[in-house]
């Protein structure tokens, strides 16, 4: 189970002092992703928000802002070493990307995915909507095999480009939407990120179980979701999927069941959804009965869904506030 250990948590230099709104940022950056140093182009003062969520090892983030440049050189990776690789998913305006390796322009609908400590700039004139995921080098070296990053990689997610990369950009945008409520599931970003990293077909498996989870999570909601859909969405037989999930131990149905179990002990869990009664979280994770979601919760977790949100309210409380 993926826990969402901080967040999401939002910082904008909309409304603070002009002078201080630069180092604020850069502030703010090095603790939620990695450290850069900001310039505003011309005399104009930098507008920026950006919506970041940690999970148990990588962290994802929204980032809006008008016309800057970002930079991180020779001296700041040796100050403020990142010991990560990082992947940008642009959606609005296009930005140039200055490394060793070339100049490259990244257009919306385009993931570029670089070392964080080796030296590069951004720049975006026009200024940018984006997704971010910052993942531990080590990480990223144990999904990718035996393909190491040595230069830059881009990606195209949008129409007609790669399905991996388009789900993996659906994944980290429903994670950082500010009123989102279902927890992103750690395991299935790692899973795309390899099929991406190392090639779709080094393993054809990897990329449909990849393919499929990323499917299934975003209809959670859906009870009728089943195999035989999943399996027509990424082009397979039902027959095929469920060798695929069977080589982890597990049938389509109750990796189904467990995913909606998970979210829904999160979500019983978040101060977010404390209006929600148990019935509700139950139809919002695809349970079309409350028989079923609580007989199924207690099967999996050993206690009552009543006791996980009684138990997460009292410490909430003894913990007082944030």
């Not at 189970?1 to 002092?17: C, Q, R």
């Not at 991406?196 to 009728?224: M, Q, V």
């Not at 979210?263 to 929600?276: D, F, H, N």
């Amino acid at each position: 189970m993926t826990h969402v250990t901080a967040g999401p948590i939002e910082f904008s230099t909309v409304g603070l002092p002009d002078q201080e709104r630069i180092e604020l940022w850069e502030d703010h950056n090095a603790d939620a992703l990695i450290g850069l140093r900001c310039r505003t182009l011309e005399a104009s003062q930098l507008e920026a928000t950006e919506t970041n969520v940690q999970l148990d090892s990588i962290g994802l983030a929204r980032v809006v802002g008008t016309s800057h440049v970002v930079e991180r050189d020779a001296d700041l990776i040796r100050r403020r070493p990142s010991d990560s690789v990082v992947m940008y998913f642009s959606l609005v305006g296009e930005a140039f990307f200055y490394s060793e390796d070339g100049v490259r322009t990244v257009r919306p609908g385009q993931l570029l995915l670089c070392d964080a400590d080796k030296a590069f700039m951004r720049g975006f004139s026009r200024g940018l909507e984006e997704l971010v995921i910052k993942m531990p080098r080590s990480i990223f070296d144990e999904v990718a095999g035996a393909r190491s990053l040595t230069d830059p990689m881009v990606f195209d997610f949008g129409k007609r480009g790669n399905a991996h990369a388009a789900a993996l950009a659906r994944h980290v945008n429903r994670a950082t939407r500010p009123h989102n409520l279902v927890p992103p599931d750690e395991q299935t970003i790692l899973e795309l990120v390899s099929v991406l990293a190392s090639g779709a077909r080094d393993d054809l498996n990897t990329a449909h179980r990849a393919a499929a989870k990323a499917f299934i999570e975003g209809r959670i909601a859906d009870p009728t979701l089943s195999a035989t859909r999943v399996a027509d969405a990424i082009g397979i037989s039902a027959r095929h999927l469920s060798r695929v999930f069977a080589a982890d131990g597990i049938s389509v149905p109750r990796y189904i069941l467990a995913r909606r179990l998970d979210v829904a002990r999160a979500l019983l869990e978040k101060p977010a959804a404390a209006s929600m009664t148990i019935a509700e979280i139950a139809h919002h994770c695809g349970f079309a009965s409350a028989t079923h979601f609580s007989n199924a919760f207690v099967l999996r977790f050993s206690e009552r869904a009543s006791d996980v949100r009684r138990d997460a309210t009292a410490a909430r409380a003894a913990s007082g506030p944030s």
